[in-house]
């Protein structure tokens, strides 16, 4: 999995915001994280559900195996009466908790099994976050976007300010998206925030002509989280 980008990827990148932003009024911000969230509550709610799941499991667990358990714990003629068969019931869930639990603290799996659509609303809401912090209003013409790119997750987002969003409907950037997405999923991530970069700039070209004073107002440089 891609989580750094190379000098040569900064400069690239760099070079391809120079570039766009010459030809418009407009102000990119490329903005690369390693994963938009801990996903701490996904590995929580797996490891509830498999503990949950244990009485399912012994309700349908054949008679031999609980007599095997029987024999194991109490003896030959050991039979679970109520305190004690809650008691292992309760032991049980424990164990299958902490195993789910600790197993997941390992973020490959925990981003592995974290459902498609939760990954998409955290990426998305991790841009929001980052583009008001670093590019909402913080031009004057209100022409600010933000390229951010989860390598985790392998998902992007696209933002603009009102400038950009009140002339550009989200579908116009879908060629930019797709571009970022396939090149990082081919361990190129620096080509792709380039590609990406470009395709933006020439939407924004047609929409945002550069005025005769064009101020620089954003960093032309990769930021990495």
Same mark, same amino acid.
């Given at each position: 999995?891609? *989580?750094?980008? @190379?000098?040569?990827?900064?400069?690239?990148?760099?070079?391809?915001?120079?570039?766009?932003?010459?030809?418009?009024?407009?102000?990119?911000? *490329?903005?690369?994280?390693?994963?938009?969230?801990?996903?701490?509550?996904?590995?929580?709610?797996?490891?509830?559900?498999?503990?949950?799941?244990?009485?399912?499991?012994?309700?349908?667990?054949?008679?031999?195996?609980?007599?095997? /358990?029987?024999?194991?714990?109490?003896?030959?003629?050991? *039979?679970?009466?109520?305190?004690?068969?809650?008691?292992?019931?309760?032991?049980?869930?424990?164990?299958?908790?902490?195993?789910?639990?600790?197993?997941?603290?390992?973020?490959?799996?925990?981003?592995?099994?974290?459902?498609?659509? @939760?990954? @998409?609303?955290? /990426?998305?809401?991790?841009?929001?976050?980052?583009?008001?912090?670093?590019?909402?209003?913080?031009?004057?013409?209100?022409?600010?976007?933000?390229?951010?790119?989860? *390598?985790?997750?392998?998902?992007?987002?696209?933002?603009?300010?009102?400038?950009?969003?009140?002339? /550009?409907?989200?579908?116009?950037?879908?060629?930019?998206?797709?571009?970022?997405?396939?090149?990082?999923?081919?361990?190129?991530?620096?080509?792709?925030?380039?590609?990406?970069?470009?395709?933006?700039?020439?939407?924004?070209?047609?929409?945002?002509?550069?005025?005769?004073?064009?101020?620089?107002?954003?960093?032309?440089?990769?930021?990495?989280?």
């Amino acid at each position: 999995m891609v *989580t750094r980008l @190379t000098q040569a990827d900064h400069d690239r990148v760099t070079a391809a915001i120079v570039a766009a932003e010459r030809e418009s009024a407009g102000e990119i911000v *490329t903005i690369v994280a390693a994963r938009s969230d801990a996903y701490h509550d996904v590995g929580l709610h797996y490891a509830i559900l498999a503990m949950l799941a244990v009485p399912g499991v012994l309700a349908f667990a054949p008679d031999t195996w609980i007599a095997w /358990v029987e024999t194991a714990l109490l003896g030959w003629n050991g *039979t679970f009466t109520r305190g004690p068969a809650m008691l292992a019931l309760f032991a049980a869930m424990t164990l299958a908790f902490l195993i789910v639990r600790y197993a997941l603290a390992w973020m490959p799996l925990r981003l592995a099994l974290t459902p498609g659509r @939760t990954k @998409t609303r955290r /990426v998305h809401r991790r841009a929001i976050e980052l583009f008001r912090t670093g590019a909402e209003q913080k031009t004057q013409g209100r022409t600010g976007i933000l390229i951010y790119l989860s *390598t985790g997750e392998r998902r992007a987002e696209i933002v603009a300010d009102r400038a950009i969003h009140e002339k /550009v409907e989200p579908e116009a950037w879908g060629e930019a998206m797709a571009a970022l997405i396939d090149e990082v999923k081919a361990g190129r991530p620096g080509e792709g925030l380039a590609v990406a970069v470009a395709k933006v700039g020439a939407v924004l070209a047609r929409i945002l002509p550069p005025a005769t004073d064009n101020p620089n107002e954003l960093p032309d440089r990769v930021v990495e989280l």
